[in-house]
């Protein structure tokens, strides 16, 4: 059976183009669950060859959200050539395991909401400053930083 994936959707004239190469057309909109849905479809399914592939009615109706466009570049984007776990892990899990190592297998050693974002806030400022003086020398640091 075919998907809606199988449909390619063109934004500039606002069809659906199915696999044997038929438009579907814009036909009416509608709200269904609070959301603004286009409802398509074409009367040539009737005297297709994979019909039988395609649907069980007279015609194969898509239903396209009319945010949809978002969810498209949001897919288009993670099969994009970098991986985002990839890019996650040499970024963010670096640091926050070296803090984590650093601060042992402990709880945070204050109490309440802002004595831990404090508490926070020095390992991180630690980190930077560490990470800083490896990157660049302590000398530059020193000298960068206004006196």
């Not at 059976?1 to 057309?25: H, N, Q």
């Not at 297998?105 to 204050?110: A, E, M, P």
Request: one cysteine or more; charged letters at 30%.
């Amino acid at each position: 059976m075919y998907v809606k994936a199988d449909f390619k959707y063109d934004a500039a004239r606002d069809v659906y183009i199915c696999p044997t190469g038929d438009e579907l057309t814009y036909r009416y909109t509608r709200e269904e669950d609070g959301l603004k849905v286009r409802r398509y479809w074409t009367n040539e399914c009737q005297h297709c060859p994979v019909q039988s592939r395609c649907t069980t009615g007279k015609e194969r109706r898509i239903t396209r959200w009319e945010y949809e466009h978002l969810v498209d570049e949001m897919r288009d984007r993670l099969r994009s050539d970098a991986d985002p776990m990839t890019l996650r892990r040499s970024t963010v899990e670096h640091p926050f395991g070296t803090i984590k190592a650093w601060m042992g297998v402990t709880h945070f050693l204050t109490r309440r909401l802002r004595g831990v974002r404090t508490e926070m806030a020095l390992n991180v400022l630690a980190y930077n400053i560490k990470r800083m003086v490896a990157l660049i020398g302590i000398r530059r640091l020193m000298a960068a930083i206004p006196g």
